[in-house]
């Protein structure tokens, strides 16, 4: 079939080295600037929308299935079978009720941030020392001032680390929703592939994922150590 | 929801099975492209895990491997590989999905044996076994659960990410995605993407059933009975849990 027409006798590619096609290519980045940071921001508000949608709704899903083990133990199954569920399937599956637009994208995005956020947020609240909440409860604090000032702060460590981890792996999901158009940077890279394998923009693409993923990254954990001054101050 | 009865439908008719490219045939290619491709993972990833996590060296690259992986899009090193000198097909395809298969391999099986207690080590050492006794009596045993879990994680991943292939150029059941887009077939697209999905999480399952067979010592299935402590609950950890 394709594989077949692909490799002719030499074994390897013959039309899309005739011409020259180099990885990369300075002059496309310079030449093409718009339509690269029209994805970048396409990219950016994608994954932004997806991790703080996944975290404005895993944070109640997380404090009310903590109040119950039977609770807590379907949300991880619910969460671990939509962790198993590629991304192609995902967004096909979506595709029906919200046709090509970014909406697709968007809300496969959201369920992936909401499992990996759910699973953290439960673990960070689990791992709140009972004593701690009984001593604070002991001192008169009541439900509200107790989440804020004690189980928030304790738990804030796993919360961040599940940011990271959300932010991260939907920077690389976000690249799938070229299935409908809108794919963010991953278009460059779908778009460099029809191109008859025009190198330079596939690169572009793919490199400016990793950079975007590290930007993140680097953001939160800034953000993770202003909100957690006292990490900072113990090992100091 | 047409959609979804069109592709009952379309699931349900034998010829769309069995004729040349249809499903049974995708999915052969599928399986194939995965299995080819932990293999590969494994022969390269796990010796050298076990010998680093033996001598207790190389941490700190095997954990920049694990998370560097995580922020290369699966999408972008298919289509790297689909234009390579090495031309778009299943060979392309299997050798990308061998580069993701590694680091879930290699991670895993590493802080396995690495988190092997010395005192059990040193044990083994004065009951005179010699080094090679000692990794494969000792080391490995007691890994087994954190290796298989490195296996698991691989698998699954290399099953889903073999979908994505159909969009450069590959084989496997991401083609009837692919199609459906193309002829603006909703039921086959709902149709693959329920093959895709319904395999990976086969997979998954089996991959379980396979790690609770051949770990040694007691035992419990995933879904079993859990204590009564607040501890199991808390959500395993997952060295690269991340959705594909």
Known sequence: MLSAVASAPGGTLSAADAAPNPWFDPSYVSENWDTILRYLAEHVRLTVGAVVLGALIALPLALVARRSRYLAGSVLAVSTIVYTIPSLAMFAFIFPFTGLSAATVLIGLVAYSLVILVRNFLTGLLGVPDDVREAARGMGYGPVRLFWRIELPLALPAFMAGLRMAAVSTVALTTVGVLVGHGGLGQLIFGGFNANFYRAEIVTGAVGCVLLALVADVLLAGVERLVTPWARAGRG | ?244
């Not at chain 2, 067979?213 to 607040?230: E, F, K, S, Y």
């Open chain 2, 1 to 244: 929801m047409s959609a979804f009865g069109e592709a009952i439908v379309y699931l349900n008719d034998p010829f769309n099975w069995t004729r040349r490219g249809g499903i049974l045939e995708l999915l052969g290619e599928h399986l194939a492209i995965s299995v080819v491709a932990v293999l590969a993972a494994w022969v390269i990833a796990f010796p050298v895990a076990v010998a680093l996590g033996a001598s207790g060296r190389g941490g700190a690259a095997v954990v920049v491997v694990s998370n560097v992986s995580r922020a290369v899009p699966t999408l972008a090193l298919l289509t790297l590989f689909a234009v390579s000198p090495i031309g778009f097909g299943n060979r392309a395809t299997t050798i990308a999905l061998t580069v993701f298969a590694i680091p879930p391999i290699l991670a895993n099986s590493y802080v396995g044996v690495r988190g092997v207690d010395a005192d059990v080590r040193e044990a083994a050492r004065a009951m005179g076994m010699t080094r090679s006794q000692v990794i494969r009596r000792v080391d490995l045993p007691l890994a087994l659960p954190l290796i298989m879990a490195g296996l698991r994680t691989a698998t699954v991943q290399v099953v889903a990410t073999a979908s994505l292939a159909a969009l450069v150029g590959g084989g496997g059941l991401g083609r009837l995605v692919r199609l459906g887009f193309g002829q603006q077939d909703y039921g086959l697209i709902i149709a693959g993407a329920l093959l895709i999905a319904v395999l990976a999480v086969f997979t998954e399952l089996v991959l379980v059933l396979l790690s609770w067979a051949v770990t040694p010592g007691p035992r419990r299935l995933p879904w079993a009975g859990r204590r009564a402590d607040t501890a199991a609950v808390v959500p395993e950890p997952t060295a690269a849990g991340v959705p594909l």
